[in-house]
């Protein structure tokens, strides 16, 4: 663009000279455009995805509300199951949820690249560090690791998880109508010192995936019966695989606070196996996540929340941040990945686990959760995390009554 404007400041500046010289400059750029759009243009019509017309392509998806992308791109998922394709004024985009399609390309340091500043869904991306350039990204995750790891910031989360239970027995216990988690964990998130070090989406990562794992166990409560059992009993306290991390890890696979992750193809790639696509250099995809750990083909009833699968006795170990998972009766590397890449662990992961632990286990300790949300209810959208449109809210019941 810039290139553009300076050529054309030459133009004028020479047209006494050459009066067609801005014509003809015109031209060549219109041609220019139109060979790049039917070239990247006959690349996509070869690949599923939505109806496409040429220059605007698949505008119907550009034009979605925000409110309505999320649940709309999922729709597409569960319609072209082998990944999908959507196209649009010369911007080309190829979404995968394939583990073996998402190793190919996270494991080449060719597709490194984070920003995609041309993607088509920039907006519903908004601007979050899934698409940060890599020096932001490092930079950020320097300075939150630090942060995360002082047993003085420990200490001080400790202190603000205590605050929330005694803030749940002065002013949320048994309301006919719930408590508003969204306006409850946010206070609580809010008042632990030091969390300026966190970034927005950090903190939004952190915020939700607390929300999503109370409001999980108010509506199990055979779940949440035995995390109280295991809580006060003290099972498995010096266990890394207890049935706390199983639930947690049961809850960011349903939930991922990451839904989607970017990278832009260093080189021309063939992708998905038995459907090989080819896929040209330059070409923007976005793994979505959400549809990737719903996969039957890499979990056993996808919908279905159940713990169970991430404890030492079942069929899968699975540890964040270099995720194994069952895949025909072996282990894949690349189908649970809550926090985005394997190889680049999300720079709020820590922090995340961290609150979603303290929490659950300070409140179902102290408080049965009774559900006034149904999961069935759940709205979901995407706003540089996943959550829901509306609040969720829960009943707290004291223990001690």
Request: aromatic share 12%.
């Amino acid at each position: 663009m810039i290139w553009d404007i300076m050529i054309l400041i030459i133009i004028d500046l020479l047209r006494e000279k050459v009066p067609y010289l801005r014509t003809v400059y015109v031209y060549f750029t219109l041609f220019n455009f139109m060979v790049r759009q039917f070239t990247s243009y006959g690349v996509a019509s070869s690949i599923p995805g939505p109806r496409m017309f040429p220059i605007i392509g698949s505008i119907s998806l550009l034009l979605t509300p925000q409110r309505k992308m999320f649940k709309k791109l999922m729709n597409y998922c569960k319609l072209y199951p082998n990944g999908f394709r959507y196209w649009c004024f010369g911007s080309f985009t190829y979404n995968t949820y394939s583990a073996e399609s998402i190793e190919k390309i996270l494991t080449n340091s060719k597709h490194g690249q984070r920003n995609a500043s041309s993607g088509l869904l920039r907006t519903y991306l908004n601007g979050s560090s899934i698409t940060s350039s890599a020096n932001k990204w490092v930079m950020q995750h320097e300075k939150t690791s630090d942060s995360i790891k002082s047993s003085d910031f420990r200490s001080k989360f400790l202190d603000q998880t205590k605050w929330l239970k005694e803030e749940i027995q002065r002013n949320e216990l048994k309301k006919p109508d719930g408590s508003n988690l969204q306006k409850l964990i946010s206070r609580y998130l809010l008042g632990v010192d030091g969390i300026q070090e966190i970034d927005q989406i950090g903190y939004d990562k952190a915020l939700n995936a607390i929300i999503f794992t109370l409001s999980m166990l108010a509506n199990y409560h055979d779940v949440q019966q035995r995390l109280y059992e295991e809580i006060t009993l003290k099972l498995d306290e010096d266990n890394d695989e207890n049935y706390l991390n199983a639930v947690v890890k049961e809850v960011l696979r349903l939930y991922p606070p990451v839904t989607v992750v970017e990278r832009i193809l260093g080189e021309e790639t063939i992708i998905d196996g038995e459907n090989a696509v080819k896929l040209p250099a330059k070409t923007c995809v976005q793994i979505q996540i959400y549809a990737l750990h719903r996969d039957a083909k890499y979990f056993e009833n996808p919908e279905q929340f159940d713990p169970n699968r991430f404890l030492n006795d079942s069929l899968a170990k699975y540890t964040s941040g270099s995720p194994t998972c069952v895949y025909n009766g072996d282990h894949h590397p690349f189908a649970y990945i809550p926090f985005g890449t394997s190889d680049l662990n999300c720079i709020d992961q820590k922090f995340a686990e961290m609150a979603i632990g303290a929490v659950a286990t300070e409140i179902v300790k102290h408080f049965e959760l009774k559900p006034i949300t149904k999961v069935e209810d759940f709205d979901l959208m995407h706003d540089s995390v996943l959550k829901t449109q509306e609040p969720i809210r829960v009943e707290f019941v004291s223990r001690a009554a």
